[in-house]
């Protein structure tokens, strides 16, 4: 059925007379007859009579008109939405992150929400390597990822995060005395691929090794094993937003302890929400820099 027809039915209902119809539709009145006479023909019902006061519904047009007028509704709400996603500001966002963006990720995702109620935004703790194939296959939308991403992909360098030691008790030992004393806690490969090329690339650059290694499923857990006197860690100094105040994190120097966080995105597919995600972080970063 061709909605405009429909509107033409509605709005000659509305107005009883084709030249005001006419009007309001923005077509001439032999125009509006064409399309009422068109329709008339498709549902094979006679909707108006005219007379002298003018146009009037007939039995039949009273009542299909209730139903076109439903139609024509929700025809009007779909475009209206349809504006809306197109201006990004209804929709959908999915959205990665990591230990480093532990605080920044929800802060930013919270402030681009209040400005777009609309939005739907999931959240995800995953590592980098894996976000990054995600915004490759566009089943994430921003990754909050170290940057530059290994893979061809947009990215906006946000902050630099950077190795520190945390060990389960505040007593005057060395990083060297400490591998030795405990064995060192990490990740598996594939749960934290990048944070283990930064601990080798620091132990390397620093002459360091551990006695012993034993390796855990996911960064809560080290912390917990930590405070257990169970071994010491190194970890992004991002680890402060989820440690206890009991856990002795100890600062290190050297090479290789540093690396600069960001946002990734394909900017290969197009996604007017995620445009407007990333305009809203460049903005505050032009504000805070300002």
Not at 39 to 57: A, D
Not at 195 to 204: G, S
Not at 254 to 269: F, P, T
Request: with cysteine; hydrophobic share 45%.
């Amino acid at each position: 059925m061709n909605l405009r027809l429909l509107k033409a039915f509605v709005i000659l209902a509305e107005k009883g007379n084709y030249a005001d119809a006419a009007q309001a539709l923005f077509v001439s009145q032999p125009a509006l007859t064409k399309q009422i006479n068109l329709l008339e023909s498709i549902v094979n019902v006679s909707l108006f009579s005219r007379g002298r006061q003018g146009t009037t519904l007939t039995a039949g047009g009273r009542r299909l008109l209730p139903e076109a007028e439903k139609v024509v509704r929700q025809a009007q709400v779909f475009m209206h939405h349809a504006a809306q996603v197109a201006a990004g500001v209804e929709g959908n966002m999915a959205v990665g992150f990591g230990l480093s963006s532990f605080y920044l990720a929800p802060r930013c995702i919270a402030g681009f929400r209040q400005g777009n109620p609309g939005i739907d935004v999931s959240l995800t703790d995953l590592p980098s390597a894996q976000q990054y194939q995600l915004l490759q296959n566009n089943e994430l939308q921003v990754g909050f990822v170290r940057v530059p991403p290994s893979l061809p992909l947009d990215y906006l360098p946000l902050f630099n995060d950077q190795l520190v030691l945390i060990a389960p008790q505040n007593i005057p030992l060395s990083i060297d005395q400490w591998l030795k004393k405990l064995p060192l806690l990490r990740l598996h490969t594939e749960r934290g691929q990048g944070l283990n090329a930064q601990i080798d690339r620091f132990l390397q650059a620093s002459e360091l090794f551990s006695l012993s290694t034993q390796l855990v499923d996911d960064i809560q857990t080290i912390v917990a094993m930590v405070i257990a006197g169970i071994g010491v860690a190194l970890l992004p100094q991002s680890v402060i937003h989820i440690a206890p105040a009991e856990l002795n994190i100890i600062p290190l120097t050297g090479e290789s302890i540093s690396w600069q966080v960001g946002i990734a995105w394909n900017g290969n597919i197009e996604d007017a929400v995620r445009d407007n995600f990333i305009a809203g972080i460049k903005a505050g970063n032009a504000r805070a820099a300002s």
